[in-house]
């Protein structure tokens, strides 16, 4: 019995302390999550029942080494008894209120153009040019995605207006980053100076900073039949617009050009040693235009998900306001990964969401909150991710021989 | 490394801004980047020439010309002090963000720690009135230099300990200083003004005897305050650290080569949190001479829609991390900012809505000009051999 136990390649896996650290981070989300609607245990004792268990399950981890993990989960073991005690001395009444299904509508809402713009990303700094210059794409794509979408009376045209914009000031980026050998976090910020400028311009030159016509076609909201009437799941994705699709699929199919085709290896093989790349005759500089302005159309997607997805075909002057940069974030909190960055992204939109609705707890500290994913994101970078690794070549130009 | 000839190095970059004729090189992108913003002009239909005089006009450049005389002069000197209040808040994020990267680190971060800064010095100067003038003064002023060190100290310690992207954490630090600002002098925050039944989301003012004093011009009309010398004593301190101090030899070879600083014994860790901490000292100085000098209260609208932070990037990259560097591009984005506000810009001219963004078309194109520095070299090297050939 004992032999088929160590045997046990299930067994071997639960013993492994990487699991035991994960599993122990789930259980300390779960030790919150109890007190929470649907579930809203009203006791005290099962949060911290589950909580005690997360953080053994860390602490266990802590000791065999895993010690960022370890910590981490045993973190959120004690955070999420914390935060579950707290919730069952809330009044059920806000908890129905903030806690709902459209919750995690929400937060796929907010976190839609930082999937766009992280997998953006991802693609750029893969194949090896830094691309800080996200924001800016992504404002481009939210403006001209409004212009297209208005003078071309669909938000398909829309949309490809945008992608089209996004590309050309990614081709900006690439030529000055791969031709021309420049800095290219110089020259990522330049594309953002350059954006703002441009949109702002033209915002003013062609819509008077205002006047973007009401009823601009935008992009529809899916419904999904039957399951739109289901208990929880319903108001969660039953009706979520057709980009936050597009954006799951998109996590997806770049994990899997990036790790399971030809044309992945070539490109991260561009990013991770390109000298090496080039001798074996790949075209180094071909797979880096094409990655950067690639880069560019995804994260103009992302911002003509903000003007004419969820925004309902409104335009406002610097309308990405950061998100760009948050999308970085996400990608480098992800490590460089699809499903990393994915992570990433869902926990800030979750913040943005959440924060939205704490003001029922407190309407005073209402701006307090929004300042809650940022802070979240500072904590996990710094606790959680620690050193992240860059693509080796990230960020260095190469110059052929 | 193999790619030493690529010029991908600090060292290799700053040899060949030297090859590339050290002030030569920014001074051409300035004027292509104008030159290119010419061509935006024109595409709109207005005349680039008398659109660009508006701007330098209104910028104030002109009270420079003695033949400017009467009202003019008296409307040009009034333009040009509000140049030079935006040139010291420039110089010294600039600073912020040159410091930063002449030890490795993009400090984005500017911003936050200039917010934090001004948030001290209104706190600071809006409480306390008893106290006497010069040392509430001096206390405001330590104050918002402290707090926006240790906040800049946060990024550092956190990339020190950790190994957190400075460029995520300052990022984040800034929006974090955007919201928690803003609920400060906003609706019910703790900063908030009672003045009006407490309706209107703007802080209460700092304290008369905290103003700096105004050398020119009218202090009403916010003249040029005495913080214009603080800039211009930042510059000299920052030279002076860089290239004459010890820890300036560090945080130069610390941006030069990381490992190869961490051969020769130098601190690598620490000197990032030093190196942070000093651009926070900038910036939050900044803050406290912008609050103290000419803006006395902010609103929450001042605190989310100010973009100094963000312009002292293209302040430091223009000025290639040099004192003299800072100083010159300050003065420039200064004049753009002041020449192409709604205030200052002949209407009948260009559309001042249009201006401000086209201020902002310059200020791309000269940062991606300015860092295409191969791109100098070649047409260095291009005139060299055309000196040859005649």
């Not at chain 1, 929470?36 to 399950?57: K, W």
């Not at chain 2, 002109?62 to 005389?69: A, G, R």
């Not at chain 2, 051969?263 to 190196?275: D, E, F, H, L, M």
Request: charged share 10%.
């Amino acid at each position: 019995m004992s032999t088929f136990a160590l045997d046990n390649p299930v067994w071997n896996r639960l013993r492994d302390p990487r699991t035991a650290g994960i599993a122990g981070i789930v259980l300390g989300v779960v030790a919150c999550f109890v007190a929470l609607p649907p579930i809203t245990a009203r006791s005290p004792l099962y949060p911290v029942l589950v909580g005690i268990a997360a953080a053994i399950l860390g602490l266990s981890a802590a000791l065999r080494g895993l010690r960022r993990l370890g910590w981490g989960a045993f973190a959120a073991g004690l955070i999420g008894i914390v935060l579950g005690v707290l919730a069952t001395r809330s009044s059920e009444g806000n908890l129905s209120i903030v806690f709902t299904a459209s919750l995690i509508a929400s937060m796929f809402v907010f976190s839609t153009p930082l999937v766009f713009g992280s997998m953006a990303g991802i693609f750029s700094e893969r194949s090896g040019v830094v691309n800080i210059g996200l924001e800016g794409m992504m404002l481009m794509g939210a403006f001209w995605g409004v212009y297209g979408a208005d003078k071309g009376k669909s938000w398909a045209v829309g949309i490809l207006v945008a992608m089209l914009a996004g590309g050309l000031l990614a081709l900006v980026h690439a030529y000055f980053a791969i031709h021309l050998r420049a800095d290219q976090i110089v020259g990522g910020t330049a594309v953002n100076f350059l954006a703002l400028g441009i949109t702002g311009y033209f915002f003013f030159q062609l819509y008077n900073g205002q006047d973007i016509p009401i009823g601009v076609s935008t992009i529809p909201d899916v419904h999904l039949p039957y399951i739109r009437h289901w208990k929880y799941i319903g108001p969660a994705i039953g009706s979520l617009n057709l980009l936050v699709w597009v954006s799951f699929a998109l996590v997806i199919v770049t994990w899997f050009v990036l790790f399971k085709t030809p044309i992945g290896l070539r490109i991260r093989a561009c990013g991770e040693h390109p000298r090496a790349a080039d001798t074996v005759g790949i075209n180094v500089y071909a797979i880096r235009y094409g990655c950067v302005v690639l880069s560019g159309m995804l994260a103009a997607l992302g911002g003509a998900y903000l003007s004419i997805g969820f925004g309902g075909g409104a335009y406002t002057d610097n309308m990405t306001a950061g998100r760009g940069f948050i999308a970085l974030a996400a990608m480098i909190f992800g490590n460089w990964r699809p499903f990393g960055a994915f992570g990433a992204a869902l926990l800030f939109g979750f913040s943005t969401a959440l924060a939205y609705r704490l003001p029922a707890y407190s309407g005073s500290a209402a701006t307090l909150f929004q300042a809650l994913p940022y802070v979240l994101t500072l904590i996990a970078v710094a606790g959680v991710v620690g050193r992240t690794v860059p693509p080796a070549a990230d960020g260095k130009p190469y110059k052929k021989q | 490394m193999a790619e030493q000839d690529d010029a991908p190095t600090v060292a290799g970059r700053l040899a060949l801004a030297q090859r590339a004729g050290g002030a030569a090189g920014p001074v051409l992108t300035a004027v292509f980047a104008l030159l290119l913003g010419g061509f935006v002009v024109l595409a709109t239909g207005a005349n680039p020439l008398s659109t660009y005089r508006a701007i330098f006009d209104g910028s104030g450049l002109n009270w420079l010309f003695p033949w400017v005389s009467g009202s003019a002069r008296s409307f040009a000197a009034t333009n040009l002090q509000q140049t030079l209040l935006l040139t010291t808040a420039l110089v010294l994020c600039g600073l912020a963000v040159s410091v930063g990267f002449r030890c490795g680190l993009f400090n984005i971060g500017g911003q936050g720690q200039y917010i934090v800064g001004s948030i001290f010095a209104l706190w600071i100067g809006s409480s306390f009135v008893t106290m006497n003038g010069p040392l509430h003064v001096v206390l405001a002023i330590a104050a918002a230099t402290l707090t926006g060190a240790a906040y800049a100290g946060i990024a550092g310690l956190l990339k020190a300990i950790t190994g957190a992207h400075e460029v995520i954490s300052t990022i984040m630090l800034n929006w974090i200083a955007v919201w928690v600002g803003s609920w400060l002098v906003g609706q019910g925050g703790a900063l908030q003004s009672h003045a009006n039944g407490a309706s209107v989301p703007i802080s209460s003012a700092v304290a008369p005897a905290t103003h700096l004093h105004v050398f020119w011009g009218n202090p009403v009309l916010q003249g040029l305050d005495v913080g214009f010398f603080f800039a211009l004593a930042a510059l000299v301190v920052y030279a002076v650290l860089l290239n004459r101090t010890t820890l300036g030899f560090e945080l130069r070879a610390v941006g030069f080569n990381p490992e190869a600083a961490r051969y020769a014994g130098i601190a690598v860790a620490r000197t990032y949190v030093k190196t942070m901490a000093i651009a926070g000292a900038f910036a939050g100085l900044a803050g406290a001479i912008d609050v103290l000098g000419w803006e006395f209260q902010l609103g929450v609208t001042d605190i989310q829609t100010s973009q100094i932070g963000f312009i002292a990037i293209a302040v430091a990259v223009l000025g290639r991390n040099r004192a003299l560097g800072v100083f010159f591009s300050a003065l420039l984005f200064g004049a753009l900012l002041t020449g192409t506000s709604t205030r200052n810009l002949d209407a009948t001219v260009f559309r001042p809505d249009l201006a401000g963004n086209l201020t902002l078309i310059i200020q791309g194109l000269v940062v991606l000009f300015v860092g295409a520095d191969v791109l100098m070299l070649w047409l260095w090297n291009r005139r060299r051999r055309l000196r040859v050939a005649t």
